[in-house]
């Protein structure tokens, strides 16, 4: 038997970038790559009804699903295509790579047209359509045989009703291709048409029928590595009841408070956010002294902070930044005119981030409050498309331990779990994220505040490269910040950590160098930070139980010892702190 690789697809598909919508690849040719050669020797070789493949995001998965599909048009296995995506704006990607792959898809189908036109091989349509009409895809569906491919098929999970809707509608298909970047959810949704096997901790996890993980595409050279700079900082604010609260982000707290402080970072009003956006605006210039087309992308909250941060950007770097959103008519066109120009900055909702494929993005920033395993690696995602060898992706993040973690997990492979326990990974969920200023129900009335982020000041904390750390607390703007921040945008990833370990070192010698900081706050400020803090600790304890403030101060009074509040030493306040924290914990 001959060892050549089998051939699968058209000519037109030969003639497929195998790293498509990327321009420009560097050192691709016209065949596939190893994966996706693989991947469909995998398929081909039983060629199943259902059949899941997961890939990291930048890998090539349109490519092969598009080479799967016009091989399988080819042979006369289906005669029609069906692609299922999340968002308008990647229906439109799809339509335009199948038409290199000589297939013809309709992105401009709807529902009302009753069938597809005749002169398609298919249609590109949402996830959002089907559920609003199974019925009608399931006939278009019953009428020829069908290939359907449902893109990051996880989202076939986001509501009840749209699985159930893509269980109708794609139920008759003859084969179903399901593409995936990120095969978990953060929920118990169970995705349609994907198996789930039980493991031995009785939780039954999501089998894939082929895995291309984040690193082994590292070590492909086929995705890009990607540093992290952290920001910690100093963060004040006032509670629902008044309080005004003082928290250091990046140390370890209490969820509540972890999350408050996280909500200030993010505030547009706030130095924090001005002082990481310059910083990041400074990667990108050094960046673009060796990619001169390399953009950059800040992730946002919400609407009105996307629009904030995007006014920020344009005062730094003194030119128009895109901003796209979610419900924007026009967000598709801004993305594509963002992609094939030359111009630095583009701000999008965190809803949108999946939809926003631009090859040349190369710096982020992660402004916003979700902290789901699922969304972090679908927003790293948009970062890691190499488009040549020694790229490396630099994205800005608050200091939080969730999101540190989470960075550090980067390469790790993750499949979706049904009946794992809620708590199991203890991170923050976007949930408490969004409540962290809104005072309980039963308070409302007893709360004449609002939650209202006082002021917020960054400073550089470290950068994460791979499972190293490097790099210490130091103010933005300084030599010693510089040294991280103003890398070579082209490195291998070997000689990055060679330069990061270097850098590390001549920071240390600069900062030695320097005379004493000076002395910290006096005692009295120490302290009232101290009791804000345990009357803040207090308060969620009280709440968690059903008690009141004075039962808990008494508790803890009598646990650890020493006079009140107001005569409470420092110690003794700190070891009432310890105690709190660990009765939240438990």
């Avoid at 080819?74 to 029609?80: E, P, T, Y």
């Avoid at 609407?303 to 770097?317: H, K, V």
């Avoid at 794992?420 to 505040?449: S, V």
Wanted: glycine letters at 6%; charged letters at 25%.
């Amino acid at each position: 038997m001959s060892s050549e690789p089998q051939h699968y697809g058209s000519w037109a598909a030969d003639h497929l970038s195998p790293a498509y919508p990327e321009r420009a690849a560097w050192g691709t040719t016209q065949t596939l790559r190893a994966w996706q050669q693989e991947a469909l020797e995998r398929y081909f070789d039983r060629e199943p009804r259902d059949f899941l493949a997961a890939a990291t995001p930048g890998a090539g998965k349109t490519t092969f699903a598009l080479r799967l599909a016009s091989e399988l048009l080819r042979r006369g296995s289906v005669r029609r295509v069906t692609v299922v995506a999340p968002t308008e704006h990647l229906k439109t990607q799809w339509a335009d790579a199948a038409a290199r792959a000589g297939i013809r898809l309709d992105p401009g189908f709807r529902n009302a047209h009753g069938e597809a036109a005749r002169h398609y091989h298919g249609v590109a349509v949402t996830y959002a359509q089907v559920a609003a009409r199974p019925a009608l895809h399931e006939r278009m569906t019953r009428s020829a045989d069908t290939l359907v491919i449902l893109d990051e098929v996880h989202h076939a999970g986001d509501a009840l009703s749209w699985g159930d809707a893509v269980r109708e509608a794609f139920g008759p298909a003859t084969r179903r291709l399901s593409l995936t970047g990120t095969p978990f959810r953060s929920d118990d949704a169970p995705i349609p048409f994907v198996e789930y096997a039980p493991a031995e901790d009785g939780v039954r996890y999501s089998a894939t029928d082929y895995d291309y993980g984040y690193a082994r595409a590292l070590a492909d050279h086929v995705v890009r590595p990607v540093l992290f700079m952290a920001y910690a900082g100093t963060m004040e604010w006032r509670t629902s009841m008044g309080e005004e609260m003082r928290a250091t982000l990046g140390h370890e707290d209490a969820k509540d408070i972890t999350s408050a402080a996280w909500r200030t970072a993010l505030d547009p009003g706030g130095t924090w956010i001005q002082q990481v956006l310059r910083s990041a605006d400074a990667r990108l210039t050094q960046v673009r002294e060796q990619v001169p087309d390399a953009g950059g992308l800040v992730i946002a909250t919400d609407q009105a902070q996307a629009r904030e941060y995007a006014q920020i950007l344009e005062g730094i770097c003194r030119e128009r930044v895109t901003v796209v959103l979610s419900d924007d008519a026009g967000a598709s066109a801004r993305i594509e005119e963002f992609s094939a120009d030359e111009s630095r900055w583009m701000v999008a909702v965190r809803m949108v981030s999946e939809g926003v494929d631009v090859p040349r993005l190369a710096v982020g920033v992660y402004a916003t409050s979700s902290a789901t395993p699922l969304f972090f690696a679908q927003a790293i995602g948009r970062f890691v498309r190499s488009r040549r060898r020694g790229e490396t992706a630099t994205v800005f993040l608050p200091s939080v331990p969730v999101l540190l973690q989470l960075a550090a997990e980067l390469e790790r492979q993750r499949d979706h779990a049904l009946g794992k326990p809620t708590d199991d990974d203890q991170l923050l969920d976007d949930e408490l994220m969004a409540a962290a200023g809104k005072p309980d129900a039963e308070d409302r009335e007893e709360a004449p505040f609002t939650w209202q982020p006082l002021s917020s000041a960054a400073t550089f904390d470290k950068v994460l490269f791979g499972d190293q750390e490097f790099g210490q607390l130091v103010e933005p703007g300084t030599d010693e910040e510089h040294d991280f921040i103003g890398i070579p945008g082209i490195l291998e990833p070997e000689e990055v950590s060679d330069l990061l370990q270097r850098r590390q070192r001549r920071q240390a010698a600069r900062l030695a160098e320097r005379p004493a900081p000076p002395q910290p706050d006096a005692l009295f400020r120490s302290l009232r930070e101290d009791r804000q803090l345990l009357n803040a600790l207090v308060t969620i304890v009280a709440k968690k139980r059903g008690q009141t403030h004075g039962m808990v101060h008494a508790e803890a009074r009598r646990v650890c010892g020493g006079p009140e509040v107001a005569k409470a030493s420092m110690q003794q306040l700190r070891d009432r702190i310890h105690y709190l924290r660990r009765a939240i914990d438990a």
